[in-house]
C-alpha cells in the first residue's frame, strides 16, 4: 500500500462547478499535511497548509479527517486556470524533515 | 526574488556520462532536497540535508550522491548516468529545525534530464 494515495482522474468539470479531492495517508502518526499544485512540466507549488480545523483560502478549504487518515481538498466556482495537477503531500514520522508526495489528481476545468 | 535555482534545465547524457546538477537558494532555508519525478508516480526523495554540514539518504538514492556546498548551495551528481536516470530532478529547500516539519518546501523550476 503506497504512503499517501490519490485518485488520479482526470477529473473533468465545467466552469464555474465544485469539486473534491480526497487524499488517504497510511501513517496514522503524520502530523503535517499540505496541498500543493503542479501545472505541467513546472514545479510543485504550495497550494495550502491542512489544519486539523479545517481551513479555507479563498474558493478551497481544506479539511482532515484524523479518524478515517484522509484530507481533502475543496474548489468552489472553478476556473479555468485551476485546471492543474493537485499532489498531497504528508510527513513521514520516521524523520523530522521528510514529505511523501502523492502521484497527484489532475483536474481539467472546461469552458 | 530568485527562491531555489536549478542549473541546468535540460540536459542529454549518454550511458556511463557523469554530471552534476546544481541548486542554490536565497531564502537562508537551513534544509534542502533533492527529488525525481517520473510519469505517474510521486515525487521521490533522493537525498536531503537536514542543515549545512548534514547529509542523508532518501527513498532512492543508488546512483547519486550529494554535497551541501554551504547553507545555499546543495549539488546532486551522477557518477555514472544510467537510462533508469531519466527523469525530472526537483531541488526543494524549506526553513527546518521543526519536528514534525510543519513549513512547506519550495522548489526549483526543474533539470529535464535524459539518458541514452
Known amino acids: 500500500r503506497k504512503e499517501v494515495e490519490q485518485d488520479p482522474g482526470p477529473f473533468n468539470v465545467p466552469e464555474g462547478a465544485t469539486v473534491a479531492f480526497n487524499c488517504t495517508y497510511s501513517?496514522?502518526?503524520?502530523?503535517?499535511f499540505f496541498w500543493y499544485r503542479q501545472d505541467c512540466r513546472k514545479e510543485p507549488k504550495l497550494l495550502m497548509s491542512?489544519?486539523?480545523s479545517g481551513n479555507e483560502d479563498g474558493r478551497f478549504t481544506a479539511q482532515l479527517n484524523r479518524a478515517s487518515q484522509y484530507i481533502s481538498l475543496l474548489i468552489r466556482d472553478s476556473k479555468l486556470s485551476d485546471s492543474a495537477t493537485y499532489l498531497c503531500?504528508?510527513?513521514?514520522?520516521?524523520?523530522?524533515?521528510?514529505?511523501?508526495f502523492g502521484s497527484g489528481t489532475r483536474l481539467l476545468v472546461r469552458p | 526574488n530568485a527562491g531555489v535555482t536549478q542549473t541546468p534545465k535540460f540536459q542529454v547524457l549518454k550511458t556511463g556520462q557523469s554530471m552534476t546538477l546544481q541548486c542554490a537558494q536565497d531564502m537562508n532555508h537551513n534544509s534542502m532536497y533533492w527529488y525525481r519525478q517520473d510519469p505517474g508516480m510521486g515525487l521521490r526523495l533522493i537525498y536531503y540535508s537536514a542543515s549545512e554540514g548534514t547529509t542523508d539518504k532518501g527513498e532512492v538514492p543508488n546512483g547519486y550522491n550529494v554535497s551541501r556546498l554551504n547553507k545555499r548551495e546543495f549539488s546532486l551528481r551522477l557518477e555514472s548516468a544510467a537510462p533508469s536516470q531519466t527523469s525530472v530532478y526537483f531541488c526543494?529547500?524549506?526553513?527546518?529545525?521543526?519536528?514534525?516539519?510543519?513549513?512547506?518546501?519550495?522548489f526549483g523550476d526543474g533539470t529535464r534530464l535524459s539518458i541514452l
Open positions: 491542512v489544519y486539523s
Open positions: 526543494a529547500s524549506s526553513e527546518g529545525g521543526a519536528h514534525p516539519p510543519r513549513e512547506p518546501q519550495h
Open positions: 503531500v504528508v510527513n513521514r514520522m520516521d524523520s523530522s524533515y521528510k514529505l511523501i
Open positions: 501513517n496514522s502518526a503524520s502530523q503535517s
